[in-house]
């Protein structure tokens, strides 16, 4: 297995490491370099709303429009604090799941979306989204794929990298 695209590249990069799909749901652990501790992920939802909070903490990438909230200014109070980098690329790179291990770099947040690449480890392939669905989807191919219930996705897939 080639390595050649495993890279963290920017401040805001993610190791995702899924453990188990369970009818749909992922679970796993999500790391990036200023947490020793990961994310614990129960679902997608949990893991957008999760790298949301994380990318409004370091405020990187900068989103390009407000979000709409009920919860008022609570939610951006942690954003000020300025982050140290706990953990270095190579021990981010070195973690990895059950079932499968993800890099996510969010290069912009705009249109209230996300736009990036993402890169299967285990296969070493790369593939850029234009938004959080085509993200979902491209994780969720690549497990359905591990799972051995290869779907048709319409949009982007792992093929197309």
């Not at 297995?1 to 190791?15: A, C, E, L, R, T």
Request: proline share 2%; charged share 25%; with cysteine.
């Amino acid at each position: 297995m080639g390595k050649s695209q495993w890279y963290i590249g920017s401040p805001n990069g993610v190791v995702l490491c899924v453990d188990c799909l369970e009818e749909g749901r992922i679970r796993g652990r999500a790391y990036h370099s200023y947490s020793a501790e990961p994310l614990q992920v129960d679902g997608f939802d949990q893991l957008l709303f999760g790298l949301e909070d994380f990318y409004d903490a370091i405020n990187f990438p900068h989103p390009s429009t407000n979000g709409r909230t009920f919860q008022g200014e609570v939610r951006r109070t942690n954003q000020r604090e300025k982050k140290e980098k706990v953990m270095s690329d190579e021990e981010l790179l070195s973690k990895h799941g059950d079932l499968g291990t993800f890099i996510v770099r969010v290069q912009h947040r705009q249109n209230s979306s996300w736009q990036g690449k993402i890169t299967w480890m285990d296969h070493d392939k790369t593939v850029n989204f234009r938004s959080v669905w085509e993200m979902i989807q491209l994780l969720a191919s690549a497990l359905d794929t591990i799972e051995g219930q290869d779907k048709e996705i319409t949009a982007q897939t792992w093929e197309d990298a």
